[in-house]
């Protein structure tokens, strides 16, 4: 059964018994919302996102782009793979680097 998680995100088409699922298990989301492009899915769910956004060099005047790098598990009920483009959401933490995740995947 699934269950709103409070985002206008698509529901997946399968269903696991995952507890760390926001759709199937007892996992509540909150706070920011991240889309970023799936560097890295070699751990068993978890993926590593890469995040680019403008930083501003004030000493020029302009914006230079950064990136950083996010952590996020990935329910069995959402197939992920590398050079996807994934939404996650920020939940509570699951372990000493994630404390992301992935929702649906845009791309």
């Known amino acids: 059964m699934t269950k ?21 298990g007892s996992l509540s ?7 970023g492009k799936v560097v890295s ?3 068993p769910r978890m993926v590593v996102i890469q995040q680019e956004f403008p930083r501003i060099v004030k ?4 914006y230079a782009r950064s990136q950083s790098k996010i952590h996020a598990h990935t329910p069995p009920c959402i197939g992920v793979k590398e050079g996807d483009v994934v939404l996650t959401a920020e939940c509570r933490p699951i372990s000493k680097s994630v404390s992301f995740v992935v929702v649906e995947v845009v791309s």
Not at 4 to 24: R, T, V, Y
Not at 29 to 35: A, D, E, M, N, T
Not at 59 to 62: I, P
Request: net charge positive.
């Open 4 to 24: 709103n998680i409070g985002l206008q995100a698509a529901m997946p088409k399968s269903e696991c018994d995952d507890e760390l699922c926001p759709f199937h």
């Open 29 to 35: 989301v909150r706070g920011k919302l991240v889309q």
């Open 41 to 43: 899915a070699k751990a």
């Open 59 to 62: 000493k020029y005047k302009r």
